[in-house]
């Protein structure tokens, strides 16, 4: 994304003075910068969870099956063409990263295991036949995968949000704003699969909503613990960013591929472009 990009540039650059300043004039009444980074945290998140929700319970309700092409298109190029390149931009250890990469992606891994194991459980001597594919569906696994992913975006969020109003408030305003650019086509990928994964539209919205208010847990730390929790920003996203690859390659195309035909198949690879282009024209890549 452009403009965070260029913002977080001029957070590093400005946030340690501004944050010495800042703290050595802090006093016991309540900080006008810790209710900006509070207020924009959360405008932030519901505008973004309010404004993908409209989209996709109405205009793209009746297509979830279709777009779920749509989605993977979003989560691979919004973690590889974004969240990853600014991790590793970011000067951190690639080798750290690369492993942070490989314990995210075995994490969701053994999340997805632990799932089906338990919906399998619950299943056990009901007395019912269940046709093939119906525990994968009706787990939902994906969906509490892909809460989990966004969940720690948005925290990293929240973060990158507090460096830029502690750095200048103009530029906290600027950040916010592109986060929210940014994050509404990712989170109308991720109602696209709650919605797959067999979540009402109200559970959807109400669990994502939860998900978007790690954005002001994670403004709070970084107004409070910035010059610790900065270092942690490249990590953070690197593991959110596993979460929506195994997504998108373990859970979502093998369902693509179960749709073989050249009917289907055309729809699939240009929802996929059209998910690459829309991050790339939010981006500025």
């Known amino acids: 994304m452009g403009a965070v990009l260029d913002a977080q540039r001029a957070v590093r650059v400005q946030w340690p003075v501004c944050y010495a300043q800042h703290v050595q004039n802090k006093r016991l009444q309540i900080d006008p910068i810790l209710i900006s980074i509070l207020t924009a945290t959360a405008f932030a998140g519901v ?92 787990a939902g696994k994906s969906g509490w995968m892909i809460l989990i992913g966004d969940g720690m975006h948005n925290f990293t969020d929240g973060i990158l949000i507090a460096a830029a109003f502690l750095a200048n408030p103009e530029l906290g305003i600027v950040t916010a704003l592109a986060i929210v650019a940014h994050e509404i086509p990712t989170e109308i990928g991720d109602f696209i699969v709650l919605l797959n994964a067999g979540f009402s539209r109200m559970r959807a919205y109400i669990f994502n909503l939860l998900c978007s208010l790690l954005a002001v847990a994670g403004g709070l730390l970084g107004y409070f613990t910035l010059d610790r929790a900065s270092g942690l920003i490249p990590y953070v996203l690197v593991f959110a960013s596993s979460g929506f690859i195994y997504i998108a390659v373990s859970d979502l195309m093998p369902q693509m591929q179960r749709r073989a035909t050249v009917k289907e198949s055309v729809p699939q690879v240009l929802l996929i472009g059209l998910g690459v282009i829309i991050v790339l024209f939010l981006t500025g890549r």
């Open 47 to 138: 505008v973004s969870i309010s404004a993908a929700a409209l989209f996709s319970f109405t205009l793209l309700s009746k297509m979830v099956e279709r777009l779920v092409s749509l989605s993977v298109g979003i989560m691979l190029s919004t973690s590889l063409l974004h969240a990853l390149p600014e991790a590793f931009d970011s000067g951190a250890s690639p080798q750290k990263l690369f492993a942070t990469l490989l314990a995210g992606l075995l994490t969701f891994f053994m999340l997805e295991k632990l799932a089906l194991l338990r919906h399998s459980h619950h299943h056990e001597g009901d007395g019912h036949h269940h046709a093939h594919g119906h525990d994968a569906r009706e």
